[in-house]
């Protein structure tokens, strides 16, 4: 049961990214993977970032597209930038190693805290976390049981950084934007969290999240 006499009382939820967050970045797959195929640094990154609300990748990640219809749409566009890949092999490379401090300091901001992870995700391999090894899927389905609300962008039509996605967040907790703290690997995620009056976490490192994190609550999360 949550304490409702939280340390910092001016915040009411804590919401957190998932990939790049609890989990490796995908970013270090993406590169690993761009290394072996003789591919240009950031090429997958670049072709994500191109036409990003209506691309390939925006259009899975809203449940738009099937995994197939993905596959070819991103080889498109990869073809277009000049390197054919068919999506279907950058799907394996969504699911990053999960990082137990991070875990451990959302059970301790839960006892204090509304908690809602939100995550751009597509309907591929077990659960939220987009994994095909049902073993890892299982360890990351007892995360997400510590939430009090998972927010996935491939169910709810729209995702980050569209506005409407934080809205609903903070609509399912019952908070005001000005009452919560949001987590995310990504900038231009945090941007309209941020012009919503959330305050925001660049998360660079899983312990320079948690200190940062720390520093907001006043609470150590250790």
Not at 26 to 54: C, M, V, Y
Not at 67 to 76: H, R, T, Y
Request: hydrophobic letters at 40%; glycine letters at 8%.
């Amino acid at each position: 049961m949550r304490n409702q006499d939280s340390p910092n009382s001016d915040i009411k939820a804590v919401l957190w990214d998932f990939g790049g967050v609890f989990t490796t970045s995908p970013f270090e797959a993406f590169t690993k993977f761009e290394a072996e195929r003789g591919l240009p640094k950031d090429f997958i990154r670049t072709i994500n970032a191109t036409n990003p609300d209506t691309n390939a990748w925006a259009k899975m990640e809203r449940n738009d597209v099937s995994k197939a219809e993905f596959g070819d749409l991103f080889e498109v566009e990869s073809r277009a930038a000049g390197h054919a890949i068919n999506g279907s092999e950058i799907l394996p490379l969504l699911s990053g190693r999960l990082q137990p401090e991070m875990v451990t300091a959302l059970g301790i901001v839960a006892k204090h805290y509304k908690t809602a992870c939100l995550t751009n995700n597509m309907q591929t391999g077990h659960g939220p976390s987009m994994t095909g090894d049902a073993g890892k899927a299982a360890e990351i389905a007892k995360v997400m049981e510590i939430f009090e609300q998972v927010v996935e962008s491939s169910k709810v039509g729209v995702r980050k950084p569209e506005p409407e996605f934080y809205k609903i967040a903070c609509e399912m907790l019952a908070v005001e934007p000005s009452q919560a703290v949001f987590m995310d690997d990504l900038g231009v995620n945090l941007k309209p969290a941020k012009a919503m009056g959330m305050t925001t976490i660049k998360v660079l490192s899983a312990a320079q999240a948690i200190s940062d994190l720390e520093g907001i609550l006043g609470i150590s999360l250790g």
